[in-house]
């Protein structure tokens, strides 16, 4: 079994800037592919930026320049650095991991809120 465990939420003024972690743990023995997913009240889960096996990264138009997502292997963690955040980005995030032989797994959420 693997857990992801999110941190970092919370609520901060448009133009500031906030850092949520995940970090995986159990038994994992390949990390495939690590992301953040955010779903605002009353829409759909979208993906905000993810980070694969060879370091790759994407990230969703809405935040390409201001958010950066990272990975530290030695930790299994995933981090994603939000920067001049605005009252859309307001969102409970989801990290999500694929492992080992493509299992997936989601954390428990963290809630941003960027108020005006």
């Known amino acids: 079994q693997v857990q992801l465990v999110e941190s970092g939420g919370g609520l901060v003024q448009a133009g500031g800037s906030l850092r949520l972690s995940c970090a995986a743990s159990?038994?994992?023995?390949?990390?495939?592919?690590m992301g953040w997913y955010r779903q605002a009240p009353g829409k759909q889960r979208e993906l905000a930026a993810v980070?694969?096996?060879?370091?790759?990264?994407d990230y969703a138009d809405s935040v390409k320049g201001r958010f950066t997502i990272s990975r530290d292997n030695t930790k299994n963690t995933v981090y994603l650095q939000m920067s001049s955040l605005i009252p859309e980005d307001t969102a409970a995030y989801y990290c999500?991991?694929?492992?080992?032989?493509?299992?997936?797994?989601w954390g428990q959420g963290t809630q941003v809120t960027v108020s005006s």
């Open positions: 999500n991991a694929i492992v080992n032989l493509g299992e997936t797994y």
């Open positions: 159990g038994s994992i023995w390949r990390i495939r592919f």
């Open positions: 980070i694969v096996t060879d370091g790759r990264t």
